[in-house]
T-cell receptor, first 113, second 112 residues
């Protein structure tokens, strides 16, 4: 099986712009979660989607949003980018909602200048 | 989200030695405790996980010890190898859900 695929892998944006990151889960996995990884804050949960519905949301401002499509692919969007949004954004998929067994992609590294 | 505290931040172990990483949590509603391993440039990968109804779980060279009363759990890597050099994260979730609260990570270096 192919793993979790995230695109783009690297991107550079300037403050005030917006960005959309994409995630294709492992085939058959219907749960997709997003995490932000930074040296200072570590790994922090952003949100989780299952069957196109957001199940949980972390403690992030409304500038961070996401969605899931009927084929389980997911996107996350960050609007009005700030310098502090520079991070590795990780997508993880799982076969069920209450398994805790997440399969992570390699991430999208966002740099905000 | 409740906090999960992880120590040490970094660890250097000789090849063949035992690596020990500790985590403590606050929220007694946590009922699933996985450990993830992350190599540079890669996403975290699930290593081993435990639920609070057992005190220890072993998979190969990796063992989780769990102390429910102390709200602590630890990862032991026996016979540590240079290939184990990576960053390790403990985590916790409620109802074994996919919303994980991660510890701060431990950078392990195993010297040959």
């Amino acid at each position: 099986k192919a793993g979790v695929t995230q695109t783009p892998r690297y991107l550079i944006k300037t403050r005030g712009q917006q960005v959309t990151l994409s995630c294709s889960p492992i085939s058959g996995h219907r749960s997709v979660s997003w995490y932000q990884q930074t040296p200072g804050q570590g790994l922090q949960f952003l949100f989780e989607y299952f069957s196109e519905t957001q199940r949980n949301k972390g403690n992030f401002p409304g500038r961070f949003s996401g969605r899931q499509f009927s084929n389980s692919r997911s996107e996350m969007n960050v609007s009005t980018l700030e310098l502090g949004d520079s991070a590795l954004y990780l997508c993880a998929s799982s076969s069920r909602v209450n398994t805790g067994e997440l399969f992570f992609g390699e991430g999208s590294r966002l740099t905000v200048l | 989200q409740q906090q999960v505290k992880q120590s040490p931040q970094s660890l250097i172990v000789q090849k063949g030695g035992i690596s020990i990483i500790n985590c403590a949590y606050e929220n007694t509603a946590f009922d699933y405790f996985p450990w993830y391993q992350q190599f540079p440039g890669k996403g975290p990968a699930l290593l081993i996980a435990i639920r609070p109804d057992v005190s220890e779980k072993k998979e190969g060279r990796f063992t989780i010890s769990f102390n429910k009363s102390a709200k602590q759990f630890s990862l032991h890597i026996m016979d540590s190898q240079p290939g184990d050099s990576a960053t390790y994260f403990c985590a916790a979730s409620m109802r074994a859900g996919n919303m994980l609260t991660f510890g701060g990570g431990t950078r392990l270096m195993v010297k040959p």
